[in-house]
């Protein structure tokens, strides 16, 4: 997706480690007319499939999960939550998943009530780079027995290998940005097409 | 607003200790039609205020700034974070907040870059009952001289105070339902009007 491209070249920043800073408009801040096209972007692509609802992950999913379902019916758009609370009761599904970035496991917990073998799912997110957290929701979607119809990413890190392996694993993945290579000395970024 | 209001009697659920349950329509599962709705009357509540930007924080109140902002003309969504991140660098705003919910402080952090004196402010959030966490953004917003134009909610908790404190000190806060009272035994939710 150009639009997404030019934003990343624009208002991106990478630093080292192989860390790209997009939250001028992704991930702190939010440039909603964006999201809006990233969702029309994800409508077309994922056209004809049935989708029943959107997963995502908090926190920086929702955002963009909640302005893309406008484009799918209004669809619910259902955010596995990343701690217990008290605001959480009921059956649940849970996995563990590995946070590199945080150096430490962290639970991934959807309500039973809320996923269910009769859906057909979206999962949503903004980063896509190893895959663990992904794999966490897809594994949730397994756990309750629902259909993933399509993996909707804003920015892959193809050079993570993450998306590939979802890939050759036979998922439907729309990554609208796939970043193939960064340098933190210049700054520059290059993308896969 | 009485749609809000009718989702609230139909779907919430009320639990001993004041704890109302919207899980199933607004901060697990989101119902983004519902969200355009609220964005609607808070664009009509705070119509012809010069707002720049809406503030809000994570997570559940991101979903529902994020399709709000459609309704104010595409204006920026901020959300602050709620911990330190190695996504979060440079200079910030931040205050300690106490969570009665969860019995302990927790840091309200935005990046200075994203909030300036220029800005006129939308605060959006899901609940406010004591209203610690809204002061928490507010405090950033003065501290970043910005102003705050108003505050949308879409629950308050009324006889918890917070609303009224804020209403006292001068903020046009517009809550789409206020609970008056609630009971767990049979499960009854009174709204003020």
């Known amino acids: 997706m150009l639009e997404l491209e030019e934003?990343?070249?624009?208002?991106?920043?990478?630093k080292p480690g192989n860390v790209l800073k997009v939250d001028a408009f992704l991930n702190h801040q939010c440039d909603v007319a964006l999201f809006d096209a990233m969702g029309a972007a994800w409508a077309e692509h994922f056209q004809g499939k049935?989708?029943?609802?959107?997963?995502?992950?908090?926190?920086?999913?929702?955002?963009i999960a909640c302005v893309a379902a406008r484009h799918f019916d209004n669809v619910p758009v259902v955010f596995a939550k990343k701690a217990q609370s008290i605001n959480l009761d009921g059956e649940q599904y849970v996995t563990q998943v590995y946070s590199f970035t945080k150096q430490r496991e962290f639970p991934v917990i959807v309500a039973k009530k809320f996923l269910s073998a009769d859906d057909h799912v979206l999962i949503i997110d903004d980063f896509l780079a190893n895959g663990k957290a992904l794999q966490g929701l897809i594994e949730l979607c397994e756990d309750a027995g629902a259909t993933v119809e399509g993996i909707g990413i804003a920015i892959e890190k193809g050079f993570q290998g993450g998306g590939d392996r979802l890939r050759e694993a036979g998922f439907d993945l729309d990554s609208l940005a796939i970043v193939?290579?960064?340098?933190a000395d210049n700054g520059t970024v290059t993308f896969r097409h």
Chains 1, 2 share one sequence.
């Open 7 to 14: 934003r990343i070249r624009q208002q991106g920043t990478v």
């Open 50 to 63: 049935p989708i029943t609802k959107i997963l995502t992950i908090e926190a920086s999913g929702i955002g």
């Open 180 to 183: 193939e290579s960064m340098d």
